[in-house]
């Protein structure tokens, strides 16, 4: 490997001496500012910038805007991301902006990122949550180095679980406590203005929707997104000798189409379902109140939750059963 030699001189424009050398990757001269005028410390900082140049641990300081860095970011790397990694992503760089609001790429340094997490607890969040904003946040400054957008990438803070916190909110509930929360449906919807039929119709729904989530394990979110025949979403295959689940590339990490088994239970509860209604969603949960639109997955968890508290099914000590909970129980029906 050539040795780098770095030599000091002064350009008549400049009333600070100024160090040049020839890159050996590129062959080209490089002039660098010592911003000094004074002989002995040009000499030191010379002297440095020569070890570090032979050493491969110099680098010039690059000064990039966040905006930039945000912008390049969002538009080379995050569209080849699950539709869920962006939104994590966007919304960590928006709590960044709220908390340490920098101008440049460079101010994120070890002193911002405490303070970021400083931030965010006070804002109540939960360490798992902070811990996945600091790892999409450190993946995109990994990122950043790799263009040349930073030198160094910070220190992060490595985050303990607090000790308040508990290892889990929830916890998978029993059949008996599920039949409970059935019989509540009945309870928390009344309707005293719609006729017989359209109540029943509403109640049917969400008791369908209630065994859906007891026996397929899927998050309320999946839920809403799987249909019966639609390719482009989360969606059912029943043309092989096993029902299948298609998650499709632009919803998965890996970016590849799957098909995924589904447990018998769940297939059995689902081929009960005649052919010529297998259109459209596989779980819509109606709204007592009709508007011709489907219910949000936020109105659809305050509303389980509403039918865990009628059914008094108690999963820590104020918390009733959500979506959740029925979710964790299919664990608990497999294990055994």
Not at 44 to 59: A, D, F, H, P, V
Not at 224 to 240: A, I, T
Request: proline letters at 4%; a positive charge.
């Amino acid at each position: 490997m050539a040795v780098i030699n770095v030599y000091l001189t002064k350009r008549n424009n400049s009333k600070n001496f100024q160090m040049r050398w020839v890159d050996p990757d590129t062959d080209r001269e490089k002039w660098q500012s010592t911003k000094t005028n004074i002989k002995r410390d040009a000499e030191r900082i010379k002297i440095q910038t020569e070890k570090e140049l032979n050493e491969g641990t110099y680098y010039k300081i690059v000064k990039t805007s966040w905006s930039d860095f945000r912008e390049r970011y969002e538009t080379e790397v995050v569209p080849g991301m699950a539709k869920g990694t962006a939104g994590m992503i966007s919304i960590t760089f928006n709590h960044v902006e709220r908390a340490i609001n920098p101008k440049t790429l460079k101010q994120i340094d070890g002193n911002a990122l405490s303070k970021f997490v400083k931030a965010l607890r006070k804002r109540g969040l939960k360490e798992i949550t902070i811990k996945d904003y600091l790892a999409h946040l450190k993946s995109s400054l990994n990122w950043a180095r790799s263009v040349g957008l930073i030198n160094v990438v910070p220190m992060f803070p490595k985050l303990k679980r607090a000790r308040a916190e508990k290892a889990m909110k929830g916890r998978p509930i029993t059949l008996e406590e599920f039949e409970r929360m059935l019989d509540a449906v009945t309870k928390v919807i009344k309707m005293p203005n719609a006729t017989k039929e359209k109540r029943s119709e509403v109640i049917d729904s969400w008791q369908f929707y209630f065994q859906g989530l007891w026996l397929s394990g899927l998050r309320l979110t999946e839920s809403l997104e799987l249909y019966w025949d639609r390719e482009d979403k989360l969606s059912l295959d029943f043309s092989g000798k096993y029902p299948m689940m298609r998650i499709r590339a632009e919803s998965e990490k890996g970016n590849k189409d799957r098909l995924l088994p589904i447990v018998p239970e769940f297939a059995e509860f689902l081929k009960a379902i005649p052919e010529e209604q297998r259109t459209g969603p596989v779980f819509d949960p109606l709204p007592e109140r009709s508007n011709g639109k489907r219910m949000t997955a936020l109105s659809i968890s305050k509303k389980v939750a509403k039918f865990g508290k009628k059914a008094n099914v108690a999963v820590s000590d104020d918390t009733y059963a959500s979506a959740h909970d029925l979710r964790r129980s299919i664990w608990r029906t497999l294990v055994c």
